[in-house]
């Protein structure tokens, strides 16, 4: 049976077709064969929560991902079916995401009998920083970050508003804004108290100290710095929170799987090859180091 063009043509449509669908088995396989390692390694329930999505742009217009309520959904499913006597890992990179989803996943997680840790390997930002202070450890990378929590009504800080309306005299306020600002001045509380909630958490243990709860309260939710201000590791270890610098290396990995889908050509490029050791070392940042897992006999 001879082939014409025409037939290999098409032999090649199929073919090109076919391959995008068996890439995305192949990535899904190695995912979850990643999560099944880590969690053997760990004892834990891993839960992986990444909105990698941010940078993306149809038309134009950029598009973005953040925690929605099927989040929360699948992430409430996932912590039901835990075990109380099995550990939580989540591994967050996520600017943030609506409250009421976000104060789901808090509130689940810190009523989980066991210890809870959050992986930071990049960022967690305003809902994602909440997620972070309901666990009893947060493992960040050297040059991650955390975000403030303080509450937005629209385009606009809570804080901002309720300043307007302290420096301005109150005939010169329409009552559009005046409204708002009462609406502020409800959505800070609704927050710190949430907050305070969270950071009091004694279950297995007293997470933070009682000296630093309400200064960590002032400093998250107060709109002392604007919204998308990183809060390094060595601000967050400063605070109080319970932070551990450094990430198992599998993190990394784990990462690498859930890559950035591309919309033209790269914009970052490296040759990802190990170097020698000639190089400079960086300096160690600040922070409780990451405790090396013991050998197993």
Known sequence: MAFGIGDLFWIFLLFSSLQPIWQKRQIEYRRLRALQEFERERNSRVI????????????????????????SEQILRAIRLTPPEVPIDLILHTPGGLVLATEQIARALIRHPSKVTVFVPHYAMSGGTMLALAADEIVMDANAVLGPVDPQLGNFPAASILKVVKDKPIGEIDDQTLIMADLSAKAIQQVQRFVRTLLKDSIPKQKVSPENIEPIIEALTTGRVTHDYPITVEEATEMGLPVTVGLPHSIYELMDLYPQPQGGRPTVQYIPMPYDDRRPMLPSPKGRPLEEPTQKS
Not at 53 to 59: P, V
Request: proline fraction near 4%.
């Open 48 to 71: 992986f929560l990444i909105h990698r999505q941010e940078s993306i742009s149809l038309l134009g217009i950029p598009l973005s991902r953040y925690i929605t309520i099927e989040d």
